[in-house]
């Protein structure tokens, strides 16, 4: 107790609270003052942010949250009439629907088969096409981007020609007709894996340009003295690609993948142009059943509960390699 009133009365202890005091002062205004910097900075900018913001709010946010509640419910779109709430309902059923079934099978094997083709030929293309001694290199990528800025009605009339059944079709004429490569003509679109094959073709052909105009990019900065120490060591061409080339486009390597994977489930034009679904909606995915379930059978509720689970995949999907992404060191 004695020991506590002389530290009391020391003039030392006095003189450190006094000074934490003023040091205390300064850090609360200077807080302050950088709270009040910010509310300013954001008064400036907010006006220009107003628009997107409110595009957001209207064509994002809201359309996501009315998706959610319409799919626990039987939803009308009649002026005045009841949605009844059916809680689980809608999702329940989807587990029991057959075209449910396919479509989810479609989408993934689509996802499977699609994106490892698609990044192989980007890359591939992309690095034959940055070689010094190929020429007219702005031709090249303007051609590999064509197929993305073509009408996607104009690829799928020009696909469904290719593949048409009978010796009418131009893929039967050339296999039928003049090679003889087939016994008849194959119906291409009027069975299952024939018309799969056909979509998937339709799906990379149109899409890899991306991939090739994106690694074409990335090629440039990877640094040249790399590949002179490389060749000086005795590195060849295969080794220059799997040991430089690769290791130093692998940030743009799971970019270009998981943009791959969400266009892979996000396919719908190549089924909606080329088959609608059929036969029996065995080439059915999960957007045009989607489509199909809400604009086609008006079963709006069941409809947005599919959305809700393929949204929720393609989340978890990419949340997880993003997660994995932050935790590699590339270099």
């Not at 008064?43 to 959610?68: D, Q, S």
């Not at 409809?303 to 390699?321: D, E, N």
Request: a positive charge; one cysteine or more; charged letters at 15%.
């Amino acid at each position: 107790m004695l020991q506590h009133n002389e530290q009391l009365n020391d003039p030392g202890v006095h003189e450190k609270v006094k000074k934490g005091k003023r040091n205390k002062k300064p850090k609360e205004k200077k807080e302050r003052t950088s709270f009040k910097k910010g509310l300013q900075q954001w008064r400036e900018v907010f006006p220009f942010l107003i628009v997107g913001l409110l595009g957001t709010a209207c064509f994002v946010i809201y359309p996501l949250f009315k998706g959610i509640v319409m799919s626990f419910q039987e939803y009308s779109i009649m002026p005045g009439a009841d949605s009844p709430w059916v809680g689980i309902e809608n999702y329940a059923r989807a587990f029991q629907d057959p075209t449910f079934g396919y479509a989810v099978r479609n989408t993934f094997l689509n996802t499977v088969v699609t994106v490892p083709i698609n990044w192989f030929l980007g890359i591939f293309f992309a690095v034959l096409i940055n070689m010094q001694f190929i020429k007219y290199k702005i031709t090249f990528r303007t051609l590999y981007y064509l197929p993305i800025i073509t009408s996607w009605i104009v690829v799928a009339f020009l696909f469904r020609y290719l593949f048409a059944a009978g010796d009418g079709g131009f893929i039967n004429y050339i296999l039928y007709t003049q090679l003889g490569l087939i016994d008849e003509p194959i119906s291409w679109l009027q069975n299952q894996w024939t018309a799969m094959f056909v979509i998937w073709t339709f799906h990379i052909w149109k899409t890899v340009g991306w991939t090739v105009v994106i690694y074409l990019a990335a090629l440039q900065g990877v640094p040249k003295s790399l590949y002179e120490a490389a060749r000086i060591d005795g590195a060849n061409a295969l080794n220059l690609f799997r040991h430089v080339t690769i290791p130093m486009l692998a940030p743009i390597t799971i970019f270009v993948v998981i943009n791959l994977v969400m266009g892979a489930f996000n396919i719908f034009p190549q089924v909606y142009f080329i088959t609608g679904g059929g036969p029996m909606h065995q080439t059915e995915v999960l957007q045009s059943m989607i489509f199909n379930e809400a604009f086609t059978n008006m079963n709006f509720g069941y409809s947005s509960a599919v959305g809700v689970m393929m949204g929720l995949t393609i989340f978890i999907l990419t949340w997880t390699q993003q997660k994995k992404i932050g935790k590699q060191k590339f270099y």
